[in-house]
């Protein structure tokens, strides 16, 4: 186990250094650095001033070492626009998005695991299909897009849930709704292909001889079994709802992280879109990091096999 | 001859337990299976982006202010933007951008990832450790932000789209060709080739390449949709292929603000982007049950 968790944090670290590096490149060797991080309404004294600043005009591997440094020091960058740093605006708007994500999580379980029990005990059946169908077309639309026909649905025709925002919890359906169809599409589908492998088990094919209920054998015996792989899906599904919470805050005028991102892109301000992408690219690696000790707490054949 | 036989040993590759669905038996033939709803919708959608100048009058980019925001009718069956612009000629333009970027980024993330997967697989050891380590930390990152700002440092436009996609794109493929190559280095034939003299990119090029290209087609099936849905979240974001160029994305992102007044702006390309995404991923997953049915728990 203490291999297995060592082997992951080392991996963890590798994953932070790569992003930080993307980036870095992104910025200080494909990109102009000065047009990106200074205002571009800066006289060309200020400019000169940034470049010394900035230190860029030493040589790249000095830059890079020094911005690993000022990262290692929770210096992520200040943003052009609101001259504030990117890590207070990031945590003044970070609760938002958990709200609105842990929402969209919880709708998606509760709706995506029964669905693809369903999907599975009646295997091959009509609801079978109308399920897989649900799911494919969930896997396939654009979220964006899916909460602007929402919207326009259910706030602007019918009038019943607001429009945009946030307030009270009638203001969580639509976004909440929206970011988790991609997520219950894909629980259902795991679950579905996960419990049918399971219930050709020995264990539960025992269960049944025995006489245990059929549906008693499918949510205890088999369910517990076949979430294992679901819980690792977690780690993806949670890049996944990052990736999303753009999109769907960025619609839903939604005060979170993404839509913090999307002010970023449309104001051209570099530094605030840049260090929340490496804000939230740590959250994930952590995150993930977090779901697979659990994993192979729950799931002794991963702590004792090779590993990955 | 070596094609179909190259997948059978990746089971144990792929997955301790045997696939619970049964492969179909392929002496069924080719067409009584084909998937024929998403193939006309992929033929009609290439057709659409290759012929678009000849099948609309309209000029996607000509403003006409009188025109304005109007609802579909016979002169305009799709209705009329902000400016005034046909939408349905915009859609029509804007299936090119769509076709482009994702075949360019599906192809382009597909052979950095069938390269990483071939050296790491056949190579091993420390190669294949720094590759695959390297690989891990691509799938763990959140994808979509990583283009965004690669867009923005370089700039938005077509290849700068499309590069971003691949930057981030390609670690699936590398992985599962990785896996799948695993098991054909350890086949006969591989081993003959070495007895042969053969050099190691030769057996590379030669033996192991022909032997992953099932599964190196399903792969590029099943992410070129990703592709499509990224491109257009980019461009919705303003991070794509800038304006005037119409893109599904930019075209739903314009129409926000007339959500209440002008619905046409954002349903029709939005219905679009969903149709050719479903097709693909409808044919994708007909692809990998055809040709690769190991790969189904995968």
């Known amino acids: ?308 | 001859m070596t094609l179909s036989t190259g997948t059978e040993q990746a089971t144990t590759i792929h997955g301790s337990s045997p696939a619970p669905e049964v492969a179909r038996p392929r002496s069924l033939g080719l067409a009584s299976r084909l998937p024929w709803f998403p193939l006309a919708v992929l033929v009609i959608f290439v057709f659409v982006a290759v012929f678009a100048p000849l099948l609309t009058s309209y000029d996607p980019l000509g403003m006409s202010l009188p025109e304005r925001l109007k609802p579909p009718s016979h002169l305009h069956p799709l209705g009329t933007d902000t400016l005034g612009r046909d939408v349905l000629a915009r859609l029509f333009y804007g299936a090119r951008i769509s076709l482009i970027v994702a075949a360019s980024a599906v192809v382009t993330s597909g052979l950095i990832g069938l390269a990483i997967g071939i050296a790491s697989g056949y190579l091993g050891g420390a190669v294949d450790a720094v590759l695959m380590r390297l690989t891990d930390c691509f799938m763990a990152l959140p994808t979509l932000l990583i283009s965004l700002v690669f867009v923005m440092a370089v700039g938005p436009g077509l290849t700068t789209v499309v590069i971003a996609l691949s930057i981030v794109g390609w670690s699936r493929f590398a992985r599962i060709i990785r896996s799948e190559v695993l098991s054909i280095r350890e086949r006969d034939f591989v081993a003959l080739a070495k007895i042969g003299g053969a050099g190691q990119v030769r057996i590379m090029v030669r033996h192991v390449l022909p032997n992953v290209f099932n599964t190196f087609m399903v792969i590029t099936s099943l992410e070129v949709s990703g592709c499509v849905l990224s491109e257009a979240m980019l461009s919705f974001l303003g991070a794509g292929v800038p304006t005037p160029t119409p893109t599904w994305g930019n075209m739903i992102s314009d129409g926000m603000p007339y959500v209440s007044t002008a619905w046409w702006l954002m349903v029709f390309p939005g219905l679009a982007l969903l149709l050719i995404v479903y097709s693909m991923n409808l044919f994708g997953d007909w692809l990998r049950d055809f040709l690769d049915p190991k790969l189904k728990q995968g």
């Open chain 1, 1 to 308: 186990m203490v291999r297995y968790i060592a082997f992951r944090v080392f991996q963890g670290v590798l994953t932070s250094l790569v992003l930080v590096t993307l980036v870095f490149f992104f910025t200080r060797v494909i990109g102009t650095p000065v047009d990106l991080l200074v205002p571009n309404e800066a006289t060309p004294e200020m400019r000169a001033a940034a470049i010394t600043r900035l230190g860029l005009d030493r040589p790249v591997y000095e830059q890079y070492f020094e911005y690993m440094g000022d990262l290692f020091r929770g210096d992520i960058g200040t943003s052009i626009k609101f001259r504030q740093s990117v890590v207070s605006m990031f945590l003044e708007r970070f609760p938002n998005t958990v709200r609105l994500a842990v929402t969209a999580l919880v709708l998606g379980m509760l709706v995506g695991v029964p669905l693809g029990v369903l999907s599975a005990v009646r295997r091959n059946k009509f609801v079978d299909h109308l399920v897989r169908s649900f799911s494919v077309i969930g896997m396939s639309a654009p979220n964006f897009w899916v909460g602007l026909m929402l919207m326009v649905l259910f706030a602007v025709h019918l009038r019943i849930l607001p429009v945009a925002r946030m307030s009270g919890f009638s203001s969580y359906i639509l976004p909440a709704a929206t970011l988790s169809l991609g997520l219950l599409a894909g629980t259902s589908r795991l679950v579905r292909s996960s419990l049918i492998e399971v219930m050709s088990s020995e264990y539960v094919k025992l269960a049944r001889i025995k006489g245990v209920s059929a549906s008693l054998v499918v949510w205890k015996h088999a369910l517990r079994n076949a979430l294992l792989p679901v819980l690792t899906f977690f780690g993806i599904t949670f890049a996944g709802l990052i990736n999303g919470s753009v999109a769907v805050e960025t619609v839903f005028a939604w005060p979170g992280v993404g839509r913090l991102v999307y002010e970023g892109i449309v104001g051209r301000d570099y530094p605030l879109v840049q260090g929340c992408l490496l804000i939230l690219g740590f959250l994930v690696i952590i995150i993930s990091l977090l779901v697979d000790i659990i994993y192979a707490y729950v799931d002794p054949r991963i702590r004792y096999g090779r590993g990955k």
